[in-house]
């Protein structure tokens, strides 16, 4: 079976893993300092705060800037549930922008409409929490332009885009926001097993995730109320978490890091040489990359038109019994039950909705190879067109 997505660990990681286990630290060594600053300076950021999962740093992302009751937060409806719950774990409400199918990320001219009716009915969001789609950076240009209007703050959700680019600008470097979340799940970019990140440029920002992360707790004589009562002491000042990265992980994540720009080319390869071949048949539409983007391309995914659940369905399933893993990316969050017990409803974000309909995420990974590749092509235009036919 081709897996649809595939991590890419070789004998340099394997070493600064075992390595790591033979050091004097597991877990709060200087591995995880030494991945925070080269990830940083990858990104151009100044802080990187090294978590044990994107879901992690979207929770403190989200506290950092005083998310709670009382407060909105809004995201995109085309996303792993994460994006959408870290607003629910501060005790805020969520909401949802639909998106542009052509790219599956967040639709600036509905986010544009949304937010001045909001502004009217005094029901503004205090962030809103765009999601880098497959990999491509969402229109920051404009969200930062509407931020600066409406005074809301934003953490991308760039769990898909670590390596991406926009307007020459690294994804990651915070020049069109607060926060910007990276995930290292094995089917994302780079790994480190289970892991995360939070770069932010603002000081304060990095201050308060980095006490979020552990238990509320530090011995900075900068932060502590009292005078040390020795060499032992340290304050809890806030109410934090056991969300911290370990040394292996981060070990893994640095050794991964120095391989991310090769990755990205090689799945930039991987979507050309799709696109050529879907470039002449008339129903399988790849999405759009837009020419300010460079994609980190986590996902490829295709739109087939007008289909059925139940040809969706089963044309997922034939490709799986011909050994090509197929997928489906996302199922709008609004229309989970848990969404729907909180009154969201199917009919409330139509592109996401349909979008979920057509689409289809094919395998991709840095050693997929040409004739993977090809085989996979011929194989879904020749259920495509004998479904369309
Ligand atoms: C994977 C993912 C997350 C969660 O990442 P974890 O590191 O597994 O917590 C959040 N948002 C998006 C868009 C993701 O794809």
């Not at 480190?192 to 530090?218: C, F, I, P, W, Y």
């Not at 109410?239 to 050794?255: H, P, Q, T, V």
């Amino acid at each position: 079976m081709i897996p649809y997505g595939r991590q890419n660990i070789d004998d340099a990681d394997i070493d600064a893993v075992v390595k790591t286990l033979t050091s004097d630290w597991l877990t709060q060594g200087p591995r995880v300092p030494a991945f925070e600053s080269a990830l940083a300076s990858y990104c151009d950021a100044k802080f990187g705060i090294a978590v044990n999962s994107a879901t992690s740093a979207l929770h403190i992302a989200c506290l950092a800037l005083d998310v709670g009751a009382g407060d909105i937060v809004w995201t995109s409806p085309n996303s792993f549930v994460a994006s959408a719950n870290c607003a629910l774990y501060c005790g805020a409400s969520i909401d949802f922008v639909d998106i542009d199918i052509n790219t599956g990320n967040m639709c600036v001219d509905a986010l544009t409409i949304k937010l001045a009716e909001a502004d009217k009915k005094n029901c503004l969001p205090k962030v809103i929490i765009p999601v880098h789609f497959a990999g491509q950076p969402c229109d920051m240009v404009q969200i930062a332009k509407l931020a600066e209007q409406y005074q809301f703050k934003i953490i991308e959700d760039a769990s898909h885009a670590v390596g991406a680019k926009y307007l020459g600008s690294t994804v990651g470097s915070c020049q069109y926001s607060d926060i910007c979340v990276f995930s290292f799940h094995p089917v994302k970019i780079i790994t480190t097993m289970e892991g995360g990140m939070a770069m932010t440029n603002q000081q304060a920002l990095a201050d308060k995730m980095r006490l979020l992360r552990s238990h509320g707790v530090s011995n900075d004589p900068s932060v502590m109320r009292s005078k040390a009562h020795g060499p032992w002491y340290y304050e809890q000042v806030g109410l934090g978490f056991n969300y911290r990265m370990n040394d292996i992980e981060a070990a893994l994540g640095s050794s991964q890091l120095t391989k991310l720009d090769d990755f990205i080319a090689k799945r930039n390869a991987v979507a050309v040489r799709y696109s050529e071949r879907f470039a002449e048949n008339e129903w399988i539409t790849p999405l759009v990359v837009d020419d300010a983007a460079y994609s980190s391309f986590h996902l490829y995914i295709v739109r087939i038109p007008e289909l059925t659940q139940q040809q969706q369905s089963k044309l997922i399933e034939t490709l799986r019994d011909k050994g090509i893993f197929a997928h489906l990316h996302y199922i709008p969050i609004h229309i989970q039950p848990y969404y729907a017990d909180l009154g969201f409803k199917a009919g409330d974000l139509p592109n996401a909705e349909r979008y979920y309909c057509e689409a289809l995420t094919l395998p991709i990974f840095p050693n997929l190879t040409t004739s993977q590749i090809d085989f996979i092509a011929d194989t879904l235009i020749l259920l495509v067109n004998s479904l369309k036919r």
